[in-house]
């Protein structure tokens, strides 16, 4: 028998557009939906998002505007407790008002006396030493913490926390399937995870999908990753596919790569696309499982390779690159500051080259994140099944 619904607060980065974050809202509400079911309690969600009525129409779920103080006040009193995460919410590169945000709605939901559970959130950069000691205040009256690399957990650790209080967990992407694999386990014939899609030919060019972000103000990164493919389709006709992440600035910067390219892959008897409507999570990540290589900068776009076993190659412009990285036992081909496009190129011929290869080197690893993805929502669920 199912108990009566309790309503839990999500607070991060949602309603914005961006794949990424969707992608980790649409991970936190299947985990919780599959763990409350597993465990006979009912969860019922409500997210805190800049635009509520897209997410809601999106999602299914009760959604409240997170800058109306009033009805984030009003949500969070009327909840059983707060969920903050996922995402690199405390870091103050992008600005110096995230943080104050994303702890204001802890505080708030602490004062009320509702517990919080910090969902694998990816901490830092700090730069700004005084919010070492808010974080600090505020993390310890969590009734749960998770962060999704090692260096996020030592970052807490120095400044003042308990290590043995901090779980790290995979990024919740990394537990994203498909509707058509959750069917095709139900019936028995696998996951699907990694299967050639059969729109996808042998004598088929070779689709790239490409990632990319403005960062640079030189955009010598850009132009660098331009050239690189350029210089890999004389030596391989390719389909380089544009996936921005990121509406619409990363439309932006795709069509800027596409510009930089000129004709170049067309010449050398490729095409070039862009895809600009996939905005639900799971139409980004069908979009990269059809990909036969992967070139990324945004973080979300190497995890959704990662889950749908599509070699990758990440460009590297925030820490949070190089640590996902690590995790599968990879290196990016080079950094913002540094890109060279012989790099780019001799990297992208080695993966469609070596492509069973890699995913047979890294399945172990691939499989072992997929499978504790879900550790931060069992641990909520949990907690609410001991005080029922």
Known sequence: MVAAAQKIIISGFYGFHNSGDEAVLQSILNALRKQSQAAGLSLEPVVLSIDPEWTTATYGVESVHRMKLGEVRKAISESAGLISGGGSLLQDVTSSKTIPYYLGIIKLAQWMGKPVFIYAQGIGPVNRKLFHPLIKSVFRKCAYVSVRDEQSRLLLQSIGLDK????????????????????????????????????????????????????????????????????ASAELPLHVRFLPFHHTADNEASRYVMQKMGQGIEKNGGTVSICEDALHPLQMLREVGQCQALIGMRLHSLIYAAGRRTPLMGVSYDPKIDHFLERIACRPVGTTAALDADKVAAGLLELLESGESWKQEREPLIASLVEAAEAPARQIVQYFGHKG
């Not at 901090?166 to 014939?189: F, K, Q, T, Y």
């Open 164 to 231: 043995d209080k901090i779980d790290v967990v995979p990024d919740p992407v990394m537990g994203l399937a498909l509707p058509e694999d959750l069917h095709r386990e139900s019936a028995g014939a696998g996951s699907g995870i990694g299967d050639t899609p059969p729109s996808v030919l042998k004598d088929a060019l070779s689709t790239v999908g490409v990632s990319v972000r403005f960062w640079e103000q030189s955009r010598q990164e850009l132009d660098a990753l331009a050239e690189g493919l350029v210089k």
